[in-house]
Nanobody, 115 residues
Framework: QVQLVESGGGLVQPGGALRLSCTAS???????VIWWYRQAPGKEREWVA?????????YYAAAVKGRFTISRDNNKNTVYLQMNSLKPEDTAVYYC????????WGQGTQVTVSS
C-alpha cells in the first residue's frame, strides 16, 4: 500500500531554517510527481511546492518562492523541502502528497516558527 512519512519539523526562530523529508513506499516513486502542502490552524490546506518525477522541474507557491527548495532522491524514495528565512506565517502542519489513482497523504509534520 502507498505510504508517505514526513519528518524534520520542529520549532525554529524567525529567520531560521528546517529541512523536511518525505519517504515513500508502495508505488514506483520515480514515476510520480510529489507535492508538499501545508495547513495552518483555522485555514484550508494549501499547496507549497511540487516536483516532477525526474526532478528536473519545480514549482512554488508565491508565498514561499525564493525561500523554499523542493528536491528529490529517487534512489532513496525521498522528497525534501528545504525551508530558509522562515516566517511566523509559515507555521503549519506540512504534508506530502502523491496521486496514484487517488490522492495519498502522509501524517504530517508540525513546523512552528516563533521567537
Amino acid at each position: 500500500q502507498v505510504q508517505l512519512v514526513e519528518s524534520g519539523g520542529g520549532l525554529v526562530q524567525p529567520g531560521g531554517a528546517l529541512r523536511l523529508s518525505c519517504t515513500a513506499s508502495g508505488f514506483t516513486f520515480r514515476n510520480y510527481v510529489i507535492w508538499w502542502y501545508r495547513q495552518a490552524p483555522g485555514k484550508e490546506r494549501e499547496w507549497v511546492a511540487w516536483i516532477t518525477s525526474d526532478g528536473t522541474r519545480t514549482y512554488y507557491a508565491a508565498a514561499v518562492k525564493g525561500r523554499f527548495t523542493i528536491s528529490r532522491d529517487n534512489n532513496k524514495n525521498t522528497v525534501y523541502l528545504q525551508m530558509n528565512s522562515l516566517k511566523p506565517e509559515d507555521t503549519a502542519v506540512y504534508y506530502c502528497n502523491v496521486h496514484v489513482r487517488v490522492n495519498y497523504w502522509g501524517q504530517g509534520t508540525q513546523v512552528t516558527v516563533s521567537s
